[in-house]
C-alpha cells in the first residue's frame, strides 16, 4: 500500500517536472520572440473578452425578470466588441494594453509609495518603498517608450513571467523529489 502511495507521488513529482521544464521552454521562447508572444498575449484576452461577453448574454437572458436586461445586453455586447475589435486590429489592441498596463504601474508605484510612508516606523518598511520607486519606474518606462515599446514589451513580460513559472516548478519538483528520496540521497554519498 505504501509503495502505490510513494508511486503516485512519484509520478506526481515526474509530472510538475515535466511541466516545469516545459513551461521554461516556453518562457524562453515567448522572451526569443517577442512580437509574436505579444500578439499571442492579446489574441488571448481577445478570446478571453468574447467569451465572457457571450457569458454574460446568456446571464442577461436568464434573469431577464430580476431588472436591468438592456444593461446586461449592452454590457455583454461591449465585452464582444472589445473582443473582436482585438481580434480585427491586434495591433491597436497591443498599444492600447500597453498603455493600460504602463497606467496600471504607475497607479500601482504611487500607491506602494503611499503605503510605505504609512508603514515607515515599522521594520522592514524599505522593501516596499524600493517596490513602489521601481514600479514607477517601470511605468514611466513604459509611457515614455511608448508606442515604440508596444510590439515587444508584453511579449516580454510574459515570456518571463511563464520563465520564472517553469523555473520555480522545476526547482519545487526537484526538492520533492529529494525528500521524497533520502535512501537515494545516502546511498549516493556513500
Aim: aromatic share 12%.
Amino acid at each position: 500500500m505504501t509503495t502505490d502511495v510513494s508511486r503516485d507521488i512519484n509520478k506526481d513529482v515526474n509530472g510538475s517536472l515535466i511541466t516545469g521544464v516545459l513551461l521554461t521552454v516556453l518562457g524562453v521562447v515567448a522572451i526569443a520572440l517577442p512580437s509574436i508572444s505579444t500578439i499571442f498575449a492579446e489574441t488571448w484576452v481577445a478570446v478571453i473578452l468574447i467569451s465572457a461577453g457571450f457569458t454574460k448574454l446568456v446571464y442577461a437572458t436568464q434573469t431577464r425578470q430580476r431588472g436591468g436586461f438592456i444593461w446586461k445586453l449592452l454590457l455583454g455586447g461591449l465585452y464582444i466588441a472589445t473582443g473582436v475589435m482585438l481580434f480585427v486590429y491586434p495591433f491597436t489592441g497591443v498599444l492600447t494594453l500597453t498603455l493600460l498596463l504602463g497606467t496600471f504601474l504607475l497607479t500601482e508605484g504611487t500607491f506602494e509609495l503611499i503605503l510605505a510612508f504609512q508603514l515607515r516606523p515599522q521594520q522592514n518598511w524599505t522593501w516596499i518603498l524600493s517596490d513602489g520607486i521601481i514600479t514607477l519606474v517601470l511605468g514611466a518606462m513604459i509611457w515614455f517608450q511608448w508606442p515604440f515599446d508596444a510590439p515587444w514589451l508584453l511579449g516580454i513580460l510574459v515570456g518571463v513571467s511563464i520563465l520564472f513559472t517553469g523555473i520555480s516548478r522545476v526547482m519545487l519538483a526537484l526538492n520533492a523529489r529529494s525528500t521524497l528520496n533520502p535512501s537515494d540521497q545516502t546511498a549516493k554519498g556513500t
